[in-house]
């Protein structure tokens, strides 16, 4: 194994060749900053109190989190509309392209069911129809994520969710509030955190419970994700597991160095336990890139955070692309970049990413924001089972079976078999009688 001398900016360099297997399942683990052993029972404390408290609760948390004292949680038409018009007519006009390319994609999703006979007289049909009532978390802290709010609300309005509630910590920036309205959410909220989940969950006095919950978060609110899941109190569904946001890119000797650098950073910066890859066959595009990290990292105002990040972060040699794209599948990265000399050759030999992003022109940032494909991605390796967020998270499929009386002649022989076999006698008798009646009509 070789390892280079690290400093601020730099990322730590291994040879994916000289690693034994336990080294390599090292160099591709999640930041150590993730889980702690306290956090279930904190997350579930707070679920706990808003289920006995409601309201009151909330205000309380907003108070002690936030440092917001509210009078009202949710949002008045007024408020809004004032909101709205202090947005400014570039973020206004920014959000309508996003909107348009977000609208063009998730509408081309649109369900198409099947319905068709198996054999004479067996028809199988699969429908869908939206989830009634759905809660979109968009996440506060140090920057308004104004995206989060196009990638939510715009697929439960496309798939027809009758009741779609938003919720974000005290004080909701004035673009968020915006993007809301243009995107047709029914109510907004001003309730973060673990608490924000649990009153989407269990309902309050205020807020409605809700059938789904969707959107990331932090850890607590991740983790309170996951409890009313598994609560016995409600239910309720989420979109998928969530943590800490992550890149991988594959690069070869034609990358630009530059190019590499911009886009690990701009995961970088979303926070000390996100995590950045790079996985190359040059080992001078590697140094190249440390350089470029170390320049670019001066000029960001949030550099620090991003430094954090890099300390967990890691570039990976590998023989070739072959290669690296099986370091990517074990890893199962939320955003993968490739940036080769032939990247759509190379995509054919991915198994497992959140989203895609392919060429020297094709930035994680633009499907953050507006190409059109969802942002709201598998992190943490899920992505190896769990599919990016689309129109049909926003559904519930289900299957319906008509039977003819030829089709229950053809099939009931069939099924009795199973059933007996099974010992399951009330399954078998279930065909029995009817084949019975069917019998006695033809006598």
């Known amino acids: ?34 889980g702690d052993a306290n956090l279930e029972q904190q997350v579930k404390a707070i679920i706990d109190q808003v289920a006995s408290q409601g309201d009151v609760a909330l205000k309380a948390f907003s108070q002690k989190f936030d440092k917001v004292e509210l009078d009202a949680l949710r949002l008045s038409d007024a408020a809004i509309a004032a909101a709205s018009e202090r947005v400014t007519p570039e973020i206004k006009a920014a959000i309508e392209q996003a909107k348009q390319n977000i609208e063009t994609f998730h509408q081309a999703q649109a369900f198409k069911g099947i319905d068709l006979e198996t054999q004479a007289g067996v028809r199988c049909e699969l429908r869908s129809e939206p989830i009634e009532k759905v809660g979109l978390y968009i996440p506060g802290g140090s920057a308004p994520l104004i995206s989060t709010v196009l990638m939510l609300a715009l697929p439960a309005k496309i798939a027809g969710c ?30 973060g955190g673990a608490q924000a989940i649990a009153a989407l969950a269990q309902g309050t006095e205020s807020v409605p419970a809700v059938d789904k919950i969707f959107g990331p978060g932090n850890r607590y609110v991740t983790e309170a994700k996951r409890l009313v899941a598994q609560d016995s109190r409600c239910v309720v569904s989420i979109d998928m597991p969530a943590g800490p946001s992550e890149v991988l890119v594959i690069a070869d000797n034609e990358a630009n160095p530059d190019f590499i650098a911009a886009d690990l950073l701009s995961q970088a910066e979303h926070g000390p336990d996100s995590q950045v890859m790079l996985v190359t066959d040059s080992q001078t595009l590697a140094d190249a890139v440390n350089q470029s990290l170390g320049e670019q990292l001066a000029r960001l105002p949030r550099a620090e955070i991003a430094m954090q990040a890099l300390s967990a972060s890691r570039t990976l040699i590998v023989e070739d692309m072959a290669q690296a794209a099986e370091v990517s599948n074990r890893y199962g990265p939320e955003h993968l970049i490739i940036q080769t000399r032939a990247p759509r050759k190379l995509l054919s030999k991915i198994r497992a ?42 559904s519930r499929r289900f299957t319906v079976q008509e039977l003819s009386a030829e089709g229950l002649r053809g099939l009931g022989e069939c099924v009795m ?26 006598k």
């Open 1 to 34: 194994m070789t390892t280079n001398t690290m400093t601020s900016t730099q990322m730590q360099r291994l040879d994916w060749q000289a690693l034994n297997d336990q080294a390599r399942r090292e160099a591709l683990s999640r930041s150590p900053l993730i």
């Open 417 to 442: 078999t199973l059933a007996s076999a099974e010992q399951l006698d009330a399954h078998r008798n279930a065909v029995a009688v009817r084949l019975a009646t069917l019998t006695g009509e033809e």
């Open 353 to 394: 990413a959140g989203s895609v992003f392919l060429g020297a022109y094709t930035p994680e940032s633009v499907g953050d924001y507006a190409s059109g494909t969802n942002h709201v991605l598998p992190t943490y390796g899920y992505s190896r089972a769990v599919s990016s967020l689309s129109l049909a998270d926003f």
């Open 162 to 191: 009758e009741q779609r509630v938003l919720v974000s910590p005290p004080p909701i920036d004035d673009a968020i509030v915006y993007a809301a309205k243009a995107c047709g959410i029914t109510d907004i909220y001003q309730i």
